[in-house]
């Protein structure tokens, strides 16, 4: 499979892991480069040796091209920024904030920088400063979110850039694969699907907590703050939401989310932050990397080759449950 996607980042399938705080370490990231996408190892929060060694497992599972992203609000991001030439990582994705004074060393290094935003204008300015693609990600995704929909966003970003666009936020399979190239991407980024496959170091009760969610059974903490995260109901988002209501003070809040990704990635389920997108109601088998990606590609092309009048017939003859 051929797109700007793939030429640029000199992968396989245009399929990239997201950036899963605390989860996506190299184990999962060499797992999803190897089977032909872009597995990224998330950076927000991690000591540089870490990184070093998390790249070197990826290294050794797989010759392809790997990722690290790069959260710019992180006190350590000038360091990681320095690391991801070092380390000679091929792919930079960024995130909370602008990669504006990383952007000559990252080019001078031949790295190719590819900034996830949640507007149009974001998109605009992030080809202004030089990137060679975007991540339009839409509030549907697990984590740290926007506000608009990914449906809205990406043909959105798509008319106000010339650079390649990858979309992100509720792709779980070839539907949502093929329904995000409509609108106008060359590629796609999950998270939420890969956080049951094997690779997957994830604490087994957060995977199982995934498998059970119900298409409403996300929700939304954290717009108080202006740091809105995606994640599933549990006792903890339930107590964030209840105190958010009552206009508490920010530090509470605060204080309440402070190592609560950390309890969640232990198996502490209830009172930790279990991030996971709405889509995660569709997510009903465990499976591999390779596996996630050859069925997304193969149900989309399966879906591309039809009208929409056999389309349409097709999701008449659905099984209803």
Request: hydrophobic share 45%; proline share 3%; charged share 20%.
């Amino acid at each position: 499979m051929k797109t700007r996607i793939t030429e640029l980042l000199g992968i396989e399938y245009p399929v990239v892991q997201g950036a899963m705080a605390r989860i996506a370490d190299g184990g999962l990231a060499g797992a999803v480069s190897e089977a032909g996408g872009l597995g990224i190892i998330a950076c927000g929060g991690a000591r540089p040796e870490w990184i070093r060694e998390q790249v070197a497992r990826a290294r050794a599972l797989t010759s392809k091209p790997i990722g690290i992203n790069v959260m710019l609000m992180d006190p350590r991001a000038s360091e990681v920024a320095e690391l991801v030439c070092e380390l000679g990582v091929e792919v930079v994705t960024t995130g909370a904030g602008s990669p504006a004074n990383y952007m000559k060393m990252w080019k001078e290094a031949g790295v190719k920088v590819v900034p996830v935003v949640a507007s149009s204008a974001l998109a605009a300015r992030m080809e202004r400063l030089g990137a060679d693609a975007v991540v339009a990600e839409g509030t549907e995704a697990g984590g740290h979110i926007g506000e608009l929909t990914t449906m809205a966003l990406v043909p959105s970003v798509c008319a106000a850039v010339s650079i390649p666009v990858i979309a992100a936020g509720g792709i779980v399979d070839g539907r949502g694969m093929l329904a995000a190239f409509a609108l106008g991407a060359e590629g796609v980024q999950c998270g939420t699907r890969f956080l049951t496959v094997e690779e997957c170091g994830v604490h087994e009760a957060w995977k199982e907590k995934v498998l059970k969610a119900k298409d409403s059974d996300t929700i939304v903490t954290g717009r108080g703050t202006g740091h809105p995260v995606r994640g599933l109901k549990n006792k903890f988002a339930r107590e964030c939401r209840k105190i958010e209501m009552a206009a508490t003070s920010g530090e509470e809040l605060e204080g309440m989310y402070a190592g609560s990704l950390a309890r969640a990635v232990a198996g502490d389920v209830e009172n930790g932050s279990v991030m996971a997108g709405q889509v995660a109601a569709l997510v009903t088998e465990r499976g591999t990397a390779a596996g996630v990606i050859a069925d997304m590609v193969r149900e989309a092309e399966a879906l591309a080759g039809r009208s929409l009048g056999e389309l349409a017939e097709l999701n008449s003859r659905r099984a209803r449950v």
